[in-house]
Each structure stands twice: as C-alpha cells, then as structure tokens.
C-alpha cells in the first residue's frame, strides 16, 4: 500500500510516561494490549488516565489476519491467579479514571476465560471506587452463561469488537462468526438492560460505506450504545494487506450516520482504537 497519508501521524504526547508506566506494569508482570499491537495513541491515553490491561497471558487460540498477538501452536498456560490484584494494585497506584480489562481469546478454557475477568472485576471494585471498569472480551465460544456471570460482576461497559463487515469475516476473522457476535451484545442487554454495550470496526480491509453502515445498523438492532471506528495499520506484511487509507471525511461522516443511528457515542477517526478516548464513555456512566 501507498505511503501512510499524513492524516495518519501520531502525537507523541507522554512517551516518557507511557515507558515509565509500561515498566511498572512489567514489573507487576502485566502486559497491555497497547505494547502488543503497537497502538499509536499509548501516550495519550496514559496521560488521560486510561490504561488497557490484556488479561489470560499473550498469546491467542484464535487466528485474525490483521491482529499482532501471537497465536498459539499448543498448550497454554493457565490463568495467573495473581492477575487479578495486580491489576487492582496498578489501578489503585496509577490512580486511573478508566480501566479497560481486554484480554486473547482463549477457547482451550472451559469459561472461555470468564472467571479470571470476574475475579479481576471484583479486586478492581473492592480496591478503586472511583475507577470506570470496561472489559472487552472474546465471543466466549458463544458460551452466554460464562458471559453471564461477567454482566453480573457488574464493569460498567462490555465491548465486544465486530472488527469488520461479514462480508471479509472469512478473510480477516476467520474463527468468528458475524451473527455470533451479534448475539453476545444482544445477550448482554437481555442479561441486564441498564448495562453500556460498545463495539468497534477498523476501515481500509475492503469494506464499501454501504456496509459499514448495514453494520451500524445491525449494531443499533442489539440496543449497542457506543461505537469505535478506526483506520487499519498492517502489523506486517504477513498480515492482511491495507487495502484504503480513509479520509478524514468519511470518519466524519460515519460519526455523523452513527449518532443518527442512535449511538450515544460515536469514536470515529484515522487514530482511532478500541480504547482510545474510552474514558469519555464516563460522562454517559452514572460512576
Ligand atoms: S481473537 Fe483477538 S487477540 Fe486473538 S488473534 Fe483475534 S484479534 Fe488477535
């Protein structure tokens, strides 16, 4: 693909701290998604009181063409039982206003890794009263009550990412199923109406507007409060190849469409992540 336009320059707010903050996390043997996927906003999003916590170790049973994570070839290891206070301890010392608890999926556990979110939950709870929780998770296998018993540990926002359009799922996401997906954010209202959904997509895979927005529209059938749009970066050239760099334009106009949809809250731009900005979720959460 064409050299990166220069819409797509990421702001270097914060490095210092974002490498002082990624050694203390090392230290607490905690890995964030934002290293991993070598995500363009790390610093700014430290500097705003946001951090991403990748939870079940760093490497994933699934294999998505456009993700970084290492995929698995074997036997995992388990759940680290010592996760979950960790992660409270780091929440409580970094004083942080938004936690975000993602995690690999892990389809080798036989709650899809529900447990250690609950338990990682409830530390977060007990330790920090005022920090927003939101998890996003895996499609559990389609596994709803494992899901259920997450509702329950009450996050304050469940994202479930649908990543693309169905049409390049077989392509990008080959181990997910569309509908599926759906179903889990569905489930989730079912579960507990009052609870804040998110998802998210990237552009530039090969999608056309017409399905991004038929996608919206899927999203906002489910009651999905919250959606991110993001332009996709290649990690390599092993991975799937960007096919379009998005103007500008065209985020905007997905905002726009989003909000007419009914999204209380539309991310929508070239730096665009899954967590980027995610604390502005907080003004629609009663904390
Ligand atoms: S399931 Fe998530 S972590 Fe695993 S390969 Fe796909 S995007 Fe990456």
Known sequence: MDKKPTWLKANRLGSKKASEINAYLRSLNLHTVCESA????????????????MILGEVCTRNCRFCAVEKSKGTLLPADPNEPENIAEMAQKLQLK?????????????????????????????????????????????DWNSLRSIVEAKPDIVNHNLETVPRLYPDVRPMAV????????????????????????MVGLGETEEEVIELMKDLRGVDCNILTIGQYL??????????????????????????????????????????????????????
């Open 98 to 142: 938004h936690l975000v608890i993602t995690t690999v999926t892990r389809d080798d556990l036989s709650d899809g890794g529900a447990g250690q979110f609950v338990k990682t939950i409830n530390y977060v709870h007990k330790k920090c009263e005022t920090v927003s929780i939101e998890v996003l998770i895996s499609d559990l296998e389609g």
């Open 234 to 287: 290649s990690p390599s050239a092993e991975h799937h190849p960007v096919v379009e760099y998005i103007h500008p334009d065209l985020f905007n106009r997905y905002r726009d469409i989003g909000e007419e949809l009914g999204f209380i809250f539309v991310e929508s731009g070239p730096l665009v992540r899954s967590s980027y900005h995610a604390e502005k979720a907080r003004d629609f959460i009663k904390i």
């Open 178 to 201: 569309y509908e599926r997906s759906l179903d889990l954010l569905r489930q989730v209202k079912l579960f507990d109406p009052s609870m804040i959904t998110k998802s998210g997509i």
């Open 38 to 53: 070598k995500c363009p906003n790390r610093g700014e999003c430290f500097d705003r009181g946001t951090a991403t916590v």
